[in-house]
Every structure is written in C-alpha cells, then in structure tokens.
C-alpha cells in the first residue's frame, strides 16, 4: 500500500489486520488507511496485492520478534548498504536498497520481523529498511 500522510505508525502493522475505509469502489478515491490502536488514518494511493489472505498467519500467532536498541554513536541514514551497530552489541547491514539523509545521535530503533526477514526503524526516519544481521 502507498499511502498520503498520517499514518506514521504503519510499520508497526507489517502482516497485521488493519482497517481499510473504502466508499465506493475498493481502493478508489476517498479510500483510507486506518490504525485503529495508534489512532491514525491516511489516504490510500495505491496497492498491489503481494499475496492472498490464507498466506497471513493466524491472528492468535504471537507477535512477531522485536528488538529496541539505540545506535552506537551517530546515525548519517541510509545510504544503500549501511553498516549499524547497536549499543547491545549487534550488528546490521542493510540488505534492502534506500537512500535517506537524517543525522542522530544514538537514535533509538526498532527492528522486526517479517516474513522475508528483518526490518529496522530509526527514529526520525521516514521508513523502515531490510536489515541482515552479521553480529
């Protein structure tokens, strides 16, 4: 899903239900994306179906792993293959291409799992990026 502006939790919801707000044609216009437990809504521009339903796990599978740190010193974004350590003495290297400039020091991040491996969020950042562990 492409979406407009609003929804700044949304990495949070990656193989998660979530509401879609459709008056008329599904996914046409006026369609939004809503986070019902962050409460936030956006505008849907655009999607593409990545796989069915029945591929989702169950909705009574735990949650996904999740690993909150901060980054070791100064964080210049991404540049395409980004090498992030962690104050717990993690690795990362970023598997997934993403150019994006934004200077921290020590931001926090949050990584998850997805069903095609890790992704990483940096404070401040506008996304999250595939991540690979080498630590």
Same mark, same amino acid.
């Given at each position: 899903?492409?979406? !407009?502006?609003?929804?700044?939790?949304? *990495? =949070?919801?990656? !193989? /998660?239900?979530? &509401?879609?707000?459709?008056?008329? &044609?599904?996914?046409?216009?006026?369609?939004? &994306?809503?986070?019902? $437990?962050? $409460?936030? /809504?956006c505008k849907i521009w655009n999607s593409k179906e990545l796989g069915s339903w029945n591929d989702?796990?169950?909705? #009574?599978?735990?949650? #996904?792993? @999740?690993?909150?740190?901060?980054?070791?010193?100064?964080?210049?974004? *991404?540049?395409?293959? +980004?090498? @992030? /350590?962690?104050? $717990?003495?993690?690795? *990362?290297?970023q598997s997934e291409y993403h150019y994006n400039y934004h200077y921290a020091f020590r931001p #926090?991040? +949050?990584?998850?799992? +997805? !069903?095609?491996?890790? /992704?990483?969020?940096?404070?401040?950042?506008? =996304?999250?990026?595939?991540? +690979?562990?080498?630590?």
């Amino acid at each position: 899903i492409e979406k !407009g502006v609003g929804c700044i939790s949304f *990495w =949070r919801y990656e !193989g /998660k239900k979530v &509401l879609i707000s459709s008056p008329g &044609l599904f996914l046409g216009i006026g369609a939004e &994306l809503i986070l019902p $437990n962050d $409460n936030q /809504k956006c505008k849907i521009w655009n999607s593409k179906e990545l796989g069915s339903w029945n591929d989702l796990p169950p909705s #009574n599978t735990p949650p #996904n792993d @999740v690993i909150e740190s901060q980054i070791d010193g100064d964080f210049e974004g *991404w540049e395409g293959e +980004t090498i @992030v /350590k962690l104050t $717990n003495g993690q690795i *990362w290297r970023q598997s997934e291409y993403h150019y994006n400039y934004h200077y921290a020091f020590r931001p #926090n991040v +949050t990584i998850f799992k +997805t !069903g095609s491996g890790y /992704k990483m969020m940096v404070d401040g950042t506008d =996304r999250a990026v595939g991540v +690979t562990k080498l630590k």
